[in-house]
Nanobody
Framework: QVQLVESGGGLVQPGGSLRLSCAAS????????MGWYRQTPGKQRELVAA???????NYADSVKGRFTISRDNAKNTVYLQMNNLKPEDTAVYYC????????????WGQGTQVTVSS
């Protein structure tokens, strides 16, 4: 069984920073792509950033230059460093990881709330 555990969300003022973490554990043979999505009430979940097993990353236009995704393969962990946060970044953030535990399967974290407000 595979589990993803997220941490690092919270309340921050505009212009502030937060770092999200998502650690995968359990019966893991291999990990491919890792990413972060976010969702606000009434809207579809949207991709924020993703990173391949080779370290190639891509970002939503709205976060380019402010957010940085990284991964630690030894720890099966993906991070999202969020700087210069804006009120429109307020959302529940979910990590998404493609894991081989037997067959390949896409796993989701439980979600962590990020609120940007003064």
């Amino acid at each position: 069984q595979v589990q993803l555990v997220e941490s690092g969300g919270g309340l921050v003022q505009p212009g502030g920073s937060l770092r999200l973490s998502c650690a995968a554990s359990g019966s893991i043979f291999s990990i491919n792509a890792m990413g972060w999505y976010r969702q606000t009430p009434g809207k579809q979940r949207e991709l924020v950033a993703a990173i391949t097993s080779g370290g190639i990353s891509n970002y939503a236009d709205s976060v380019k230059g402010r957010f940085t995704i990284s991964r630690d393969n030894a720890k099966n962990t993906v991070y999202l460093q969020m700087n210069n946060l804006k009120p429109e970044d307020t959302a529940v953030y979910y990590c998404n990881v493609l894991i081989q535990s037997g067959p390949w399967y896409e796993y989701w974290g439980q979600g962590t709330q990020v609120t940007v407000s003064s």
